[in-house]
């Protein structure tokens, strides 16, 4: 099994991105599968050329993309991406999209194809925190999230994908408010690699279609 | 021109809504258009059920549909609502659905078809905080979005509608944690009347299609 | 009886301090006490010098200042003052002083003689949240609460004094970071007054010397 | 030299207490200073008890106390400690007092004696966040920072104390709210071995008596 793990360089000022930092530390082969790790742009849609390239190239089965939330504490696994760019500052080629579709012919949204349940699971039950998110914003994080999952739909049928959020790490915080949350990239990078192990290892996730709205 | 607004009923143990006490203030009619104000039940499907007999009986333009989402510090406007139940806690009813579709033939998600960047505008205007959010949740304020953009899609073709969180009143944050943030309702009220007045009178939205993603 | 309350000017960037807006909503007689405002500058020392004079002409019986604490999130009343300045930014006469001693002879920390308890409970009582602190920061805050509890210890033997922190106000917050919570002046104003009724009329302060350490 | 460190036994409801649990990976020497561990009891006036025999016992230069304060992002360095005790919980051993004077003859307040700006300089310095705190609660924290610079003032001259707040560890917020921050057990350790280094080999603190305040 091969498993591709993207994450994005460093944006909006700050002159590290935790999300590829901690990818690096990922070994190459977690649960049996092989790890390939790539960094892409914080550039709207270009990111996805990138990511398409390296789908065609290695033929992923999972694909995982990690991007930053700062502000967060701990790593959220991203239930949806929507058909959406509204962005409050400049990706790193100066695009600005407010109220811009991602695809025309795409759904209003996808939901991921990734086990987030057990994967956040998996973390937890090795003492580090995790959670749900149902939104992964309208910048370049829910733009690759989206992408990927409309390539997926379009033309890499059977590959389970989604998206991950990370903290900040330490430095980063070191001059914003009091009160921002950090996260150290090991211990960033360890959360990423139980998530890897539940998403390689679960066939079905935990939680689902039980109870009713009716 | 007719206006539909429905509040929630209280819920997980609070004796109080801010939605329906702030949805009952606004006057019955607003900018020309004439404005009918309904208590929903906290309870998944239900509430649409009672909705859509209003829709039929009322036929109006535009649904506005407000709900309080606790710890929240103003009144946000509803980007997107998904075909999600993720409950954490029993609505009114005990049902509490963990992964669950709300409409197995619907979209993914639906936008809201309110001119929410207007309505916001016009509430920041008159000297009260707005702004846009891009998750409703996973429970009946989501419900409640999502179905009435549903129903619009499938049988109220060309009726506007949408969602707006509103805050805490004070009363509910007198024995919850230091730092939560409430809003009086009268000043709930006054947000959601700007907010009406600017849904009313709104042709296009502002901000919209521009920049690009690449 | 006669009560002296203090609002500061604006500062920081802001062209409204809702400290002072509040206070001038205060009635003229609250609970058979005669009111007396007054607004101070943001600069310190010289507030307290503002005060004094005040003081001296009014022979008040309770003192009370009220200063902004933007970010919180109800009126909170300060339990302690102490002796430092330590400024993040400048005051309104570009003091920003460091690691400095208000007073060469003063003690290291006042605490109030307001019955603070009562008063918030008195907030509470009416509906309202409000809160007990036990930082006034190192700013003009805490130094105007310090300089008058010197005062008091000093020259104004008797006299009743403190500090009770606000709110910012709906115009602030709406260019802040979505999150930051507000209140409406005029519900800032109904605290400070539910706040000064319990103050003049509360002998002995609640549940004070309960319980031991050992 | 000799420094003295204590962390609390865990409380209210905890199985961990981060803050001893990061004393104990402290080396037993820091800049060539020797380090003297202990826990402490998480009861009012009794940790006080331990520490003074562990001074008499050690006749340490410098006493550092280390405690947990939950919801805090980073390592907190303590400017004061107040005479007050007021328990929103009970300790170990069940007190919870309200309104009560932790020293009948001691000051209202006491400083740090600690040059903490050098300390938070130096964690800073090695990429970690920290700050400057002007409120040490009124649980037993400040219980035992005021004890502790009680004691230096009446029999222990000479001596340098202050104390320390460390947020949560990862395993105790996986069930606390979202948003809560925590961090990990080594950083934790890394953090107070940075702050030991500048307390051992700092002379005069930073940044202090500048400005002024008229």
Redesign the interface.
Known sequence: MKVLITGFDPFGGDTVNPAYEAVKLIPNEVAGAQIIKIEIPTV???SAKVLEASMKEHQPDIVICVGQAGG???VSFE??A?N????RIPDNKG??????K?EEDG?????TSLPI?AMMKNV?DH??????S??A??FVCN?IMYRLLYMIDKEFSGVKGGFIHVPFE??Q??DRP?????M?IQ?IADSLIYAVEAAVTTEVDI????????
């Open positions: 709207f849609e270009e967060r504490s701990a239930r949806v929507i959406l760019a509204e962005a695009n600005q999209p407010i109220g811009v991602l759904e209003t949204a996808y939901f349940k937890q003492g580090l925190p995790a959670y749900i149902y939104t914003g309208t733009d330490p430095t915080v070191i009091v009160g921002t949350p950090s150290p211990t939680e689902e279609n039980t109870g009713t709205t009716h």
